[in-house]
């Protein structure tokens, strides 16, 4: 974060960072805010197994992950939902079926740079395990795993850690 140095709006060698959340500008009073994005993930269940999604880029690239992703502008949490499963695995869900089930905190690493996002968790019930058209620019492959099998250490992100250890 340290690297950000220049102004954006007076162009001087004058951004500050303040360790946790914004750069200000001793010169022109300009602030740069860096806020906590958005970001859901769908546990999709089929009785007691839940599809995982395993990281095909970085970070944690080879990990297990939900499906989902981050908020886009003019965009709400369970429209973001339906976009990720399409994008992702060509899913087509019913919005009315999405259950929210918690947020937590989470900070996601990418090319040195401390994302802090509210990850936002969903659940989608589905009567039949189904097969999965990959976007494989995202993701390697998807796998079911029983809920009482999953092992968290697999896990790519510190927030579905903890979902899955204590909430879920």
Not at 35 to 48: K, L
Not at 144 to 165: C, G, L, M, P
Request: net charge negative.
């Amino acid at each position: 974060m340290d690297d950000l140095k220049f102004c954006p709006k007076c162009g001087h060698k004058t951004l500050i960072w303040d360790g946790e959340k914004k750069w200000s500008c001793s010169n022109c009073d300009y602030v740069l805010f860096h806020n906590v994005a958005g970001a859901v993930a769908v546990v999709i269940r089929c009785g007691n197994e839940i599809l995982f999604t395993r990281r095909n880029q970085e970070p944690r690239k080879g990990k297990l992950d939900l499906a989902g992703g981050f908020v886009d502008p003019k965009e709400n949490a369970e429209q973001t939902c339906v976009r990720e499963l399409f994008e992702e695995m060509k899913i087509s869900v019913d919005v009315s079926q999405l259950k929210y089930l918690a947020s937590l905190p989470n900070i996601y690493l990418y090319k040195n740079i401390p994302y802090h996002t509210l990850d936002l968790f969903y659940e989608y019930e589905v009567a039949e395990k189904f097969e999965v058209k990959l976007e494989l620019s995202e993701i390697s492959e998807t796998v079911w795993i029983k809920k009482s099998e999953i092992n968290v250490e697999e896990i790519a992100f510190d927030s579905q850690k903890f979902f899955f250890e204590k909430l879920y």
